[in-house]
Each structure stands twice: as C-alpha cells, then as structure tokens.
C-alpha cells in the first residue's frame, strides 16, 4: 500500500505520546505512524500493544540527542511530516538532574529541527514540524489572568527553561529557514498510561496501596487540567489545520487547587475501594515544598476552539472516576512499573522530604 503521509511520532512510548500513536494509526489508516522513542524510565512499549500489530505502525529506539542516527535515520525513512513529544518531562527530576534536560529537549529538539531541514530543503512547503510543549514556559500566574498565545515567557523550573528553549528554536528555524513548524503549548494532562511520578498516577497507587499521600507545601498551587483524549485530539486538529508559523494554546478551563482535586481524588478512591468515607484522605501528609514551585497556571485556549473548533468533551469529575477505573483494571501495567528502579527513585525524591 502506498501512504498519504509519513509521520515520525517522537516520545510515543510515554503517556500522551502513545495517545497520540493511537488515535493516528486509528484514524488515519492511510497514514503511516513511525514511533520514534528511546525507552528511557517514563516509555513504556506495554502502552500501545493494541496498536503494535497494525500495518501502519512501527518503531524505532533511538535517542534523539544522537544526531548522526537521527539523519542518518531521516534519509532513509523521507518522513512527510513530524510531531515532537520526546521530551525529559519531570519537573522534580529537573531539579535533580538539568543538564539531562538540556540535552534532551533542548539539543535533541535541535537535532530534530537539522534533519528536517536538511531533507526537506527542495519543498519545505510540503512538510510540517509540529512540536509539542507546555504552559509551563510562561511562568507562574497570581490569582487573577490566563496565559494566551501572546504571554511573554518566563519559565522557572529547569524544565519549563528547557521547553522555552526549545520552543524558540523550533521558532527561529521557522523564521530563519521557513521551516513550517506549528507549536502547541498544553496545560496538566491526565489519564491512563502515565507514569506514577506524576500527581494523579501517583497519588491513585499511594491510595491503593496505603501509603502517605505527600502534598508539597500547603497544597494550594492550581494546575488547570485536561483529559489526554482531549489533548490528542487538538494535536490532531492542529496538525491539521494550524497555519505554518502558528501557535496554540490548549486547555480545559478546568482550574483545581492541588489539595481540593487531592481530596476529590480520595472521596472517588473510598468509593471505588469500598473504604469509609474519610478514609483515604487520612494518608494525606504535608511535605516540603518544591523548589520554585509555580504557584498557579490557567490557559486560555479561545483562539484553539474558534479558530479551529476544538472543544474538551470530558468533565473532569467524569475523567478522574475513568482515570481511577482504569489504573484499578490495570493493576499488573501499575506494578511492572512500581517494580525495579521505581522504588529507589521513590526514596530518592520522597525520603528528605
Ligand atoms: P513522558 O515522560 O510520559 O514521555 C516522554 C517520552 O519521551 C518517553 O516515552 C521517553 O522514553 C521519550 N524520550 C525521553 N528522552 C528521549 C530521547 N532522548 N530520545 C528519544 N525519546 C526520548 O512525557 P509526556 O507527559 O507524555 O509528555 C510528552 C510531551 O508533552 C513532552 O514534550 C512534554 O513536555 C509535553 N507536555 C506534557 C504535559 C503533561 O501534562 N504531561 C503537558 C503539556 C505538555
Ligand atoms: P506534577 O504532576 O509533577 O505536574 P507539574 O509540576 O508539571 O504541574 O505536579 C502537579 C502538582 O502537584 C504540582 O503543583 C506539584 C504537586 N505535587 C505534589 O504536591 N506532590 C507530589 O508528590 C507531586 C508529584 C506533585
């Protein structure tokens, strides 16, 4: 079979990335999906068997700080298109380790860019270059305001430094070389298949398991949340739709200060657990809090639903009872994570807290 397009999915062995793989080789059987993921600690193959058969599907392991293999892989492969999600993508491990995140979602982003440019160059017109980042590049809010597209930068954490970096890279070979890069900035993501160092999978198998619930600070920072459905779909309007050189912003208009969604979090466990009621909310315990914490992100995603149409289809009430169902049937994807390295990162992170 001939394929309309050839696209290098990049980090689609993690969380919004393996959701994005599969509403693509879903949807678009006439595209064809190439995986492109390293496997570190946070990609999970476990997490697209039910794509991994199709014929428009496959996969490479590769590290995109690696640029020989990287153009040595885009002259062989002629992708049509691109769509960047590998990144480094913790902020607690950012804070650890930086220079791991400078390497990967500044320079690999970087490596990227040159093999696209370098392949494309007779017909850049033809090709697009999305790249995926966060809100977090904007910095930290105060009670009042939104970000939008128009909201200077101002990261804080090595990780938010990182993503800003990248993002304007992915900017300057638009401008310097027409490159034809869209950008999409998104708030907190959550759903199933992401990795139990993130708040919600974390805090789910701490509850499951008994275990302290540790809330950094006073647990008043807001996080504005999406389902990652949601998410995937808008990159897929976006891919789609978005003028070259454009940026969006997506969002849920779904703000939760950290300890009332932790509480929300608890009540649907008990019920889910059959504990009493009150029960999980017992393990909740105040622990130090994270180096430049920004306190508070909401996104104005306006210019996505009426440029484009896209609108979150899930309540957050009705996501987080689904996100809860899922890591409960989905007990033994829960424990081959938690198994090996997990529990030594957890006593790293959590033991001088
Ligand atoms: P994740 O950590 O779950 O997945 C990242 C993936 O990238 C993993 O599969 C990992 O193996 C791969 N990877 C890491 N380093 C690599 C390298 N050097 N070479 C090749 N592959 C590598 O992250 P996620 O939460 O799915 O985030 C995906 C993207 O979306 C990131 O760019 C992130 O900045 C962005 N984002 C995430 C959120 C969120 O709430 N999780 C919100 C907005 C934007
Ligand atoms: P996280 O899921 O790490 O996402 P981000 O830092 O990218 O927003 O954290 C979400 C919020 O939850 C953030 O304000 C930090 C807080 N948090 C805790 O209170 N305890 C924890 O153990 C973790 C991982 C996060």
């Excluded at 210019?303 to 484009?308: E, G, M, P």
Aim: charged share 25%; with cysteine; aromatic share 12%.
């Amino acid at each position: 079979m001939s394929y309309r397009k050839k696209i290098l999915v990049t980090g689609g062995a993690g969380f919004i990335g393996s959701h994005v793989i599969r509403l693509f080789v879903n949807k678009y059987p006439d595209y064809q999906i190439v995986n492109l993921d390293l496997l570190t600690y946070a990609g999970n193959l476990a997490n697209l068997t039910d794509v991994e058969n199709m014929p428009n599907y496959s996969f490479v392991k590769m590290d995109i700080v690696d640029a020989e293999a990287i153009t040595e892989l885009f002259q062989k492969e002629q992708f049509t298109d691109v769509i960047h999600l590998a990144a480094e993508s913790h902020v607690d491990r950012s804070i650890t380790n930086p220079t791991e995140f400078v390497m990967t979602n500044v320079i690999g982003t970087v490596n990227l860019l040159n093999a696209a440019k370098f392949i494309w160059k007779d017909n850049m017109e033809a090709h697009r270059f999305y790249h995926v980042s966060t809100d977090e590049v904007y910095g930290s809010l105060g009670e009042t305001g939104m970000f939008t597209e128009t909201t200077a930068y101002d990261p804080h954490s090595p990780y938010s430094a990182s993503k800003a970096s990248s993002d304007h890279f992915v900017r300057a070979y638009h401008d310097t070389f027409g490159l034809q890069t869209v950008i999409s900035n998104c708030s907190n993501n959550y759903g199933s298949f992401q990795f139990p160092e993130k708040l919600l999978p974390l805090f789910i198998n701490n509850i499951k398991t008994n275990k302290p619930l540790p809330v950094y600070g006073k647990g008043e920072n807001i996080r504005d949340w999406l389902w990652v459905e949601d998410h995937a779909r808008a990159i897929d309007v976006i891919f789609h739709k978005a003028e070259t050189g454009t940026t969006y912003n997506i969002g849920g208009h779904n703000e939760w200060t950290n300890i009332d969604l932790i509480k929300l979090l608890c009540k649907v466990m008990d019920k889910k657990l059959s504990r009493a009621e009150g029960e999980s909310e017992k393990l909740i315990s105040y622990v130090k809090d994270r180096a430049g914490h920004d306190l508070r992100y909401a996104i104005d995603s306006t210019k996505l639903q009426k440029d484009l149409g896209w609108t979150p289809s899930l309540q957050f009430e009705e996501g987080i009872k689904k996100t809860v169902d899922w890591y409960l049937e989905n007990a033994e994807w829960l424990d081959n994570i938690t198994s090996g390295d997990y529990q030594k990162y957890y006593e790293e992170q959590y033991s001088k807290r």
